[in-house]
């Protein structure tokens, strides 16, 4: 498969054409010009502002991630003569796209232990049997998760249906993917969202792009990255892997652009995975050395810097060049473009968080960030570049095992009520607890439980092990085929864009938006809202001091978040008022921060240490995925047809006898993938890359002890050369393609 020589152009435009052309041109067109928030990643599209604007209501804002979400969710129903026919082992013999493509779920439906098929059910059995199960279990033997597609109403339903039943175990998915960000940026500045909006990121001078590729996750943050080219700013790209995309994007609707294309990296440093403290250390060290720190800024606006000034001076620069992998010349050259820059804005993803010191690489930015006064201050700050769309709100609204303690106190006093104050879980810390035994039930407010876990052989076992699960989804997934319990429930639920009443998104740069809802696409579908107000009102009983069934009404939701989460008054009245809002106190244009002294806080990090000899691998998604849902096989951008691979630097292939195309068997601690072809990339010597959700199986569970985010970035791995395949290595359960209504 040719590889691309720029990201977006017109291979975006003719994929757009295909999608609307099996779904209906106007149909596709009506959908995405609706006043709803984009169902994808968190950088905001849609809301009161119309379909396709962002928040600076510019327009046309579009992708091709927010067009398969759409495509996926017009989808026809699942026929129950569906699961009479296909059984649960025909269904994980199934790939993650094969999965999705299948069509929307349209009715309940339940498996039990020994089943071969699932069984559709109606709402009343489904919702009865949770219930029943729930009046049994002890508040210790149950979590609650949620991802981040929900809406803000059903995720603050979600924490309040959890703690009136009197547990503190609920989380969501940001624990395998941003919390490290948030924690990292809450140590050291009080608050753990960004601290620059939309407009500050426009008019930097200078953008750090740092563990992430936003040309496949976050295609239309290209465009901004576009204008700040334009303007005379430079774009720093730090990733192991060189993305195509992050070097030469064509935005689709900027006529020049999508022609002649738009250069994006300034500068593109390739360190090795785990190598970002070391590089940051040295990029600081060479400031230091230069004087070229805000000192006025550092002795009026923040705490520990002599430490971490000491750390800086003390490490000797050929530990520095070792532990990062990148060049004292290019570490300087970093430095010097930062050095004479205005303004700056950092901006990172899971390249960072997914580590065992993913904090750290956080903290580590952030003292970056402070060294030269780049906080507090317009044009110039914080920005975690966060993936589902609205994740951001499920940390806003308590989805979370420790409620802050304003939630805390406003919820008990406007209750009436003493919530718990036992210990939560986070995600992992339920799953293996699931495993031990001490887990009777789970219910997940969406997602991809199994596929999002690391080490795949766990996690079906930690599934398997549960009394009962309950999923709420849209479509199946990995999940459905190999992560059941003993009895699963799948609950089939609406899309943003057809929720019967109006609900609410977060954005990454804290900005709510109202979504208007529409007409059901599936009629037996319903509202996340009502299926967790039913149960609750079914669980809680005559013991609830909230009537749950007035709560039926979103309004009244929002009323109760507005008294209850401050900083969110303004969400009371939405949906009257169509007036959508920043969450206030997050966005830093002064040097005042929500910490107890009122300071920032540098920290002296240590550097990890990188062995030489091992590989390291960090798995990844392809431009035809998001988050664990794949819509595509091919990954365009990266050349490749297949996902079945690992990619490696032709001196690792080299060195190791391997040919392209070559068969391998890809072990870690963890576990091990057998017949995965050798694919040549441009990826910095002594690392691999492997798409996820697969290669999940390779990742240990071992977290971040502060965030409890395993390390999806950094494994170590072997790899050894294997036989060819036979016939009897092949699935024999495999099912045929035809069953699947790919668009």
Not at 483 to 495: D, M, S
């Amino acid at each position: 498969m040719k590889r691309m020589t720029s990201g977006g152009g017109w291979a975006a435009v003719l994929y757009t054409l295909r999608q609307a052309w099996k779904v209906g041109p106007w149909q596709l067109w009506r959908a995405m010009r609706s006043r709803n928030a984009c169902k994808t990643c968190a950088l905001g599209m849609g809301g009161q502002k119309g379909g396709m604007r962002n928040e600076a209501g510019h327009w046309p804002e579009v992708c091709k991630k927010s067009l398969q979400a759409m495509v996926a969710d017009m989808q026809k129903g699942l026929e129950p003569a569906f699961f009479e026919k296909f059984s649960i082992a025909q269904l994980a013999s199934l790939s993650p796209r094969e999965l999705e493509w299948c069509g929307r779920i349209a009715t309940p439906l339940i498996a039990r232990q020994g089943d071969t098929h699932y069984r559709v059910i109606d709402w009343e059995e489904a919702l009865e049997r949770i219930a029943q199960q729930m009046r049994a279990t002890a508040p210790d033997e149950i979590f609650f998760y949620a991802s981040g597609r929900s809406s803000t109403e059903a995720g603050f339903l979600l924490q309040l249906f959890a703690r009136l039943f009197g547990t503190n175990y609920v989380n969501n998915c940001s624990f395998y993917c941003h919390q490290a960000s948030g924690v990292g940026l809450g140590q050291s500045l009080g608050t753990g969202t960004a601290t620059v909006t939309l407009e500050d990121v426009e008019n930097t001078d200078l953008f750090f792009l740092i563990g992430g590729n936003p040309a496949s996750n976050h295609p239309r943050l290209m465009r901004t990255f576009m204008n700040i080219r334009r303007k005379g700013g430079e774009v720093i790209v730090v990733n192991p892997v060189r993305e195509v995309g992050l070097v030469n994007f064509s935005v689709p609707s900027d006529v020049w652009s999508l022609f002649f294309g738009s250069p994006i990296a300034s500068l593109y440093v390739q360190p090795h995975i785990g190598g970002d403290i070391a590089l940051i250390v040295g990029i600081a060290k060479h400031l230091i050395e230069q004087n070229a720190v805000d000192r006025g800024f550092i002795d009026q606006a923040t705490t520990g810097y002599d430490a971490f000034e000491a750390l800086a001076k003390g490490t000797p620069w050929d530990k520095l060049v070792a532990a990062s992998g990148v060049t004292k010349e290019t570490i300087v050259d970093v430095a010097e473009r930062y050095r004479k820059a205005k303004s700056a804005v950092f901006g990172w993803t899971m390249g960072i968080t997914h580590h065992l010191h993913g904090v750290d690489n956080v903290r580590a930015i952030v003292n970056l960030a402070l060294m030269r006064g780049m906080v507090g201050r317009p044009h110039a700050g914080l920005l975690p570049i966060r993936g589902h769309s609205n994740v951001q709100a499920m940390g806003s609204m308590g989805v979370t095992p420790e409620l802050k303690k304003s939630i805390l106190e406003n919820l008990e006093t406007h209750l009436g009520v003493s919530l718990p104050r036992t210990p939560g879980l986070d995600t992992m810390g339920c799953m293996k607890a699931a495993e031990a035994g001490t887990m009777r039930t789970a219910f997940c407010l969406g997602g991809n439980l199994y596929g999002a876990n690391p080490d795949l052989a766990f996690a079906r076992r930690a599934i398997g092990r549960l009394e009962q699960v309950t999923y709420l989804n849209t479509t199946l997934n990995t999940t459905h085929a190999h992560g059941l319990a003993r009895e699963t429930i799948i609950l089939p639920v609406l899309a943003r864009d057809e929720e019967p009443q109006p609900t609410t998104q977060e954005s990454m740069f804290n900005f709510v938006r109202l979504s208007d809802g529409g007409k059901a696409r599936q009629p037996l579908a319903r509202s996340e809202v009502a299926v967790i107000t039913e149960l609750a009102r079914r669980v809680l009983g005559d013991r609830s001091p909230v009537d749950f069934a007035a709560l039926g009404q979103f309004c009244h939701v929002r009323e109760m978040i507005a008294k209850v989460v401050p900083g969110w008054e303004e969400i009371a009245r939405i949906d009257q008022t169509k007036r959508e809002f920043t969450v206030p106190n997050r966005i830093f244009h002064t040097p005042q921060f929500p910490t107890p002294d009122g300071r920032a806080q540098f920290k002296a990090i240590a550097i990890p240490e990188r062995p030489e000899g091992e590989l390291r691998l960090m798995t990844i998604r392809s431009e035809g995925q998001f988050n664990t849902v794949v819509y595509e096989e091919q990954d365009i951008y990266r050349g490749q047809d297949r996902r079945d691979i690992v990619l490696l630097n032709r001196t690792d292939i080299e060195r190791l006898g391997l040919k392209i195309d070559q068969r391998v068997t890809v072990r870690s601690s963890a576990g091990v993938m057998h017949n995965i072809l050798v694919r040549e990339y441009d990826i910095r010597a002594g690392n691999v890359a492997m798409y996820l959700p697969e290669a999940n199986v390779l990742v240990p569970t071992e977290v971040d002890p502060q965030s409890k985010t395993p390390a999806f970035k950094a494994v170590k791995v072997t790899i050894e050369p294997v036989a060819p395949v036979t016939p009897s290595a092949e699935p024999t359960n495999r099912t045929s393609l035809p069953l699947v209504q790919a668009p």
